[in-house]
């Protein structure tokens, strides 16, 4: 068999320093383009050559790190052609005749909180592990209209045309560039309060284990509200039993829900997954607020998870709140006493239309129409604007104009934004100078260190500072810096690096009103509501500066532990010392979103309310890396015991994992320990260890 394969190249990660690459030079890449591939890999590995699947290159941990071979189910340069179709072969035609007649007697609901109970609203997907996010929500967008599919069978032989959509995920993370499994598979959420993440929308999955055997994965019964199983034996195997596959006892169907649960979150030790079949619901709109207020004024209140910050919207009359983000500016404002903070929040709303027509509001910023309804490199339609456009935000007098989920993506966007910044602080510090101290902006009355006299004598300090912001806005409007990050960090160098105490004082005040002005600007009160996939991802496809050589990690606690706004509070105190008294400053966000817990035995949605909180930053500015070195220290001690996302940096141990997941020496039914056994099972009792990585050996994910 020909495989598409290169040797000797780079390999790195989307959000890595460009002119470092992760691995230099790695030994060998394999693009497959079906389950046939994936079994001869499997089959033919050298005993000394151990491999490991990636997507689209999204994450920032070491977890999709093969010692060997790299197994790219999506090529992220789009040089190779991604395994990414849409399946039809066991959606509908190795299913349960019970299943298939049980989705035929129910009438499509809305989705909505109600729906998501009682499952009113199922559509099963079944699609390869190589389609991004952003490409599967506008395929289901565009309603499973293939003549082969499920919706057209229900159409076509009972009479039920509920089912040709449009179609969507209950939820989603804050971007669509991952693979969908690739997501889900190291724990990817959304912020929906008591929904549970990506993971436990997922039906089956098919395996392919070190050896070229491969598994058919499904729970002992669905959680979706049907009991029927969702497929038939006997056409599993006549299909996938077939000599191209390995033949008949090259493959095993296996319902066990440890078995499963252990496969969803695993960081790739298993093997490979092929394909998975995900649970997907009716299109929906939802309506999304913000509001500004200050982490000090809401912290009280995230222990309680039935407080108002949990449940109320801004319009009482409204329905119950079902999502929950806290977005926090980690430069202090208001004599280092306040942080600046914005609260969304989402509920479900009929559909949003744009006036004069029948289109929902955001589709076509966020989809476009179809250009190519098959396009071999990416094995499906491709849409003008998936994965190619800005985050969307109703703006008629801009038509395409939005603003990213953060200052970071905003600033990388549209660069007159973050000059225009520069320059207000420009003419407010002018004006307070020209006015001897009388005229106090906003900005410098919200952010100032000193006060009264203080606040006067910086006076002359302040000065010399009005040139360098004019050079500052000059370099950012002509593009003349290579990364956003080196411009900020030429900012921090000149405005907190002098010794002199006075210029320290006006540059740290400069520093502060900067943030503060980029944070309110960015984080201000809104309210507009558009189809599910515009409000969820928020992620600019469009920025090629800002989103590299990044530091990224999530931590999880339990939303109701007193250590989750203690671990906040402690990066906040942190910071605000190493601007006032190391010249450093950290550029990113804090970000806290909340969620429901997970079915998967290493998901770390362990709690009834998870909260995740987001630590994300400029590795080019000098106090990034401080900042997030100590946050990954604070999570792993074990006074916080958080744990630490699979896909973002972690630094876990084997004793890490197993103080959170139990230890297996000593509690055999812990969660740790029913996933070893899983793989044991799968493995051949620890034999096969051909997806063994420096990674899953660290973190402990081996049979013992």
Known sequence: MSLDEVFGQAWSRKHDNPMVPKVPIAPRTIYP????????????????QRLHAAGSHWALSEAAISDHTFINTHDPSGLHPAMGRTLYDVIPNCMNNAFISELAKRKVKPFDT????????????HIETGKRIYQAYAELDSG???????????????GNADYLGPWAFKTLGGAGGQTV?????????GGDIHMPPIADSVM?????????????????????GIEARLTDDAKLKAFYGKDEFGGPDNFTILRNDDLFNAVLVSAGRFGVVYSIVVATVRQYTLHQERRLTTWEAVKSQVKDTNSPLYTTMADPLQSRNKFLQIAISVTPHANFQLHHAAVTKRRNVPMAIVPNSIVPSGRAERIGAVINLFDPQIQGPR??????????????????????ASFLELACSDANFIAGVVKEVMQEIKDFISSNGNDIGWGIAGVAAVGGAGLLALLAALFPFLAILAALAISIESNAAPRFGNVLDQLRVALLSDSDPQKRKAGLLIWQMIAASIFKQQQDNSDYAAISYAVMDTHDYLDLSCNVNAQSMEVFFDATDPMLTAFVDALLTFEAGQELNHGRAFVGYISLRFMGQTHALL??????????????GLADAVGTKELMDFAVTLALDPTFKGILHWGQRNEST???????????GTNATSAMARWRDALKVLSNNGQLTGFSSAFTRRTGLEPF
């Open 603 to 616: 998901g770390p949605q362990k709690f009834p309310v998870t909260c995740a909180v987001e630590v994300a």
């Open 383 to 404: 849409f003008t604007a998936a994965g190619a456009s800005h985050p969307y935000k109703p703006d008629p007098d801009h038509p395409g104009a939005a603003l990213p």
């Open 33 to 48: 383009t079906g389950l046939a591939d994936l079994i001869h890999i499997c089959t033919t590995r050298p005993p000394d």
């Open 144 to 158: 499973d209209t293939a003549p082969a599919s499920l919706a057209n069978l229900l159409a076509d032989k009972f």
């Open 181 to 189: 499994f690739g997501a889900l598979h190291t724990g990817t959420h």
């Open 114 to 125: 109600q729906a998501v109970s009682e499952n009113e609203g199922l559509y099963p997907i």
């Open 654 to 664: 084997r004793a890490h994992i197993e103080a959170r997941f139990g230890d297996p």
């Open 204 to 224: 089956a999955m098919h395996l392919v284990v070190d050896g070229g055997h491969h598994f058919w994965l499904e729970p002992k019964a669905q959680r979706f």
